[in-house]
């Protein structure tokens, strides 16, 4: 997939992507460990103690009160809807209520939702690298696309992919329209390889992960020099520097699911029912207004 928003955006005229780099350090502490125990042993403990923190930024920076003032003017326009439903004046009227409880509700939430929402990110951005995305099968095949930093192939015309233990299949595909080139390769020996682009004079580097998904592996689906999105999700590489003739390298590795026993859901499916689960069972024991 082409990375066209970063191709004209290097790192050192970039912040966000020093701001993204600085949160995916922070968030993978935490979900190195974790996943340590197992891809669905540390899904199902991340959810469970982002749904308690959750309830804690609400019980000690939510402003109890206004929430229920908020809480009570929307079940009072609810109910005005329903008991005027004939009367086209007041029912609109408690419409207009309706929205301005729904929005002092919403001002109510922020508080506590700022204090989670910077920890949520870089977790969430570290557990993608691990759940997001499994290493490439013993024996498979994957693309590799190579990004130019221009708006046509420039140096990339001429660049060669190379890797130990890696069989490189086919020759380059050129697509000038895309500034891309794509090559497909394959790995029989487990491990971490290395593929190396040469273009220009110069070469660049990008992580090949090997073997199956028993074993919870950091997945790096691209290497790239800038963007915050493309720094922050899916890459732990080192940044590709400023004048290297390419601004990304990406790999399609295979999408992976988290095994529940009873269903296999998206890491983001069963952390957001996982958390939200925890969080109603804390949330009485807490004594927590929401």
Not at 12 to 17: A, K
Not at 157 to 169: I, K
Not at 254 to 265: A, C, H, I, K, S
Request: aromatic fraction near 6%.
């Amino acid at each position: 997939m082409p990375l066209d928003d970063d191709r004209e955006q290097p790192l050192e005229g970039n912040s966000m992507s020093w701001i993204a780099l600085g949160l995916r350090t922070i968030g993978q502490w935490p979900v190195d460990a974790l996943m340590a125990l197992g891809q669905t042993a540390g899904i199902v403990l991340i959810s469970i103690l982002t749904g308690v923190g959750v309830m804690f930024a609400f019980k000690y920076t939510a402003n109890p009160r206004a929430l229920r003032s908020a809480k009570d003017a929307i079940q009072s326009a609810l109910l005005g809807i329903v008991l005027f439903r004939h009367d086209t004046r007041t029912m609109f009227a408690e419409e207009g209520r309706l929205v301005r409880g729904s929005f002092r509700y919403m001002l109510a939430g922020l508080k506590p939702l700022a204090f989670v929402i910077i920890p949520m990110v870089a977790i969430f951005a570290a557990i993608e690298l691990y759940a997001g995305f499994g290493p490439l099968p013993v024996g498979s095949s994957a693309i590799v696309t190579a990004q130019s930093p221009g708006a046509d192939l420039g140096p990339l015309a001429d660049a060669t992919l190379s890797g130990n233990g890696v069989e490189v299949e086919t020759e380059p595909l050129r697509i000038p329209a895309t500034g891309e080139v794509c090559w497909r390769v394959r790995a029989d020996e487990p491990g971490e390889h290395t593929l190396t682009l040469s273009a220009g004079g110069q070469t660049v580097d990008k992580s090949l992960i090997v073997g199956d998904d028993r074993r919870p592996v950091s997945v790096s689906l691209h290497r790239v020099r800038g963007g915050f999105e493309h720094v922050l999700i899916r890459s732990d590489e080192p940044l590709i520097p400023l004048d290297a003739p390419v601004a990304a390298i990406s790999v399609d590795y295979p999408e992976t699911l988290v095994d529940l026993g009873v269903v296999r859901l998206h890491w983001i499916w069963a952390t957001l029912i996982i958390a939200t689960i925890a969080a109603l069972i804390v949330k009485p024991i807490l004594k927590v207004e929401t």
